[in-house]
């Protein structure tokens, strides 16, 4: 089994920052890409930030410029880095996954359980 692990979300003020962390564990073999997406209240989820084995990352437009994605390789983590947060980043931020399992000998895309991100005064 693969399984991911969200920690770090809660309630923030404007302005403020917060760090999520995801970690990967179970019968990994390799991990591919790593990222983070939220969905808000009564909208679709959207994406946040990836970042692919080899360094490279991508951000969603309303995040670009305030938060950071950053992986470990050696321990399977991947963290978002926000600041500068907006009451419109509320929302629930779901990590996310391409995983070679070696039990099944193939490619899963995994998703974690969500944490709750909340900026508001």
């Known amino acids: 089994q693969v399984q991911l692990v969200e920690s770090g979300g809660g309630l923030v003020q404007p302005g403020g920052s917060l760090r999520l962390s995801c970690a990967a564990s179970?019968?990994?073999?390799?991990?591919?890409?790593m990222g983070w997406y939220r969905q808000a209240p009564g909208k679709e989820r959207e994406l946040v930030a990836t970042?692919?084995?080899?360094?490279?990352?991508n951000y969603g437009g309303p995040v670009r410029g305030r938060f950071t994605i950053s992986r470990n390789n050696a321990e399977n983590r991947v963290y978002l880095q926000m600041n500068s947060l907006k009451p419109e980043d509320t929302a629930v931020y779901y990590c996310?996954?391409?995983?070679?399992?070696?039990?099944?000998?193939?490619?899963?895309?995994?998703w974690g359980q969500g944490t709750l991100v909340t900026v508001s005064s």
């Open positions: 179970g019968s990994i073999a390799s991990i591919n890409v």
């Open positions: 996310n996954a391409n995983i070679f399992d070696r039990v099944h000998y193939g490619f899963l895309e995994v």
């Open positions: 970042s692919s084995v080899g360094g490279s990352t």
